[in-house]
């Protein structure tokens, strides 16, 4: 089975969810392509807290980054980058976005000069192509992450999550996999939700 992931590298909850996809490769036959998606152009017109207003600034930086890598190198450094920079958001708590696009382009062994990326609007484009990519799967009102799948006539459909905490890991992650395979393939399946429980527990 094929699956698109797409993420937003500081949402603690994509990273959870990162995580137990990652999980269920060990023991489902899956074979994930991973994308990104932005808080930044999520949130854009959203009335927010001054406070989550700023953070949302800083989610570009590392999303256009991980959009200049995979322009030069190819889609495939997207996960070892994405996981490189979430180890340090999500378990390191590192607070520094500068700082932590640095270190994940020097563990993964690219150029530090597409730090400059983070900065700059050249690749706005290609995240919000990206991101549309996402909502053109799930529909608007979503968030990060979006996984596609193929339904029983093999056709992409897409849902928003599936927000959990705290990560699934060996064959309890397969199981809720098929789960989640089993609704996406049930044709008029929106929405499975109900009131979070618990915050994020990333490691």
């Known amino acids: ?3 698109t992931f797409w993420f937003d590298p500081m949402c603690p909850w994509a990273w959870i969810t990162s995580r137990w996809v990652l999980e269920v490769e060990q023991v489902r036959d899956v074979q994930v392509n991973w994308q990104v998606m932005s808080l930044g152009v999520l949130n854009e017109g959203n009335d927010v807290p001054a406070e989550y207003a700023e953070l949302i600034k800083r989610t570009w930086r590392p999303v256009r980054v991980l959009h200049a890598a995979a322009a030069k190198h190819g889609d ?3 996960l070892p980058l994405y996981t490189a920079m979430g180890n340090r958001f999500h378990l390191e708590k590192q607070k520094d976005v500068d700082l932590v696009i640095a270190a994940a382009l020097t ?3 690219l150029e530090a000069g597409l730090a400059s990326a983070a900065g700059s609007t050249d690749f706005d484009e290609l995240v919000r192509s990206s991101h549309a990519g ?12 979006v996984i596609a799948i193929d339904d029983l006539e093999g056709k992409p459909v897409g849902f928003f ?8 890991r060996g064959e309890a992650a397969g199981k ?24 994020p527990k990333v490691d």
Not at 134 to 145: C, D, E, F, N, W
Not at 162 to 167: F, H, L, N, R, V
Not at 180 to 198: C, S
């Open 1 to 3: 089975m094929k699956a």
């Open 76 to 78: 495939q450094i997207l």
């Open 107 to 109: 563990e993964v062994g």
């Open 134 to 145: 996402a909502i053109a799967m799930s529909g608007k009102g979503v968030g990060t992450p």
């Open 161 to 168: 999550g599936p927000i959990m905490t705290p990560i699934p």
């Open 176 to 199: 809720m996999w098929d789960g989640f395979v089993l609704v996406a393939q049930v044709p008029g399946v929106v929405e499975i939700k109900r009131t979070r429980i618990d915050g």
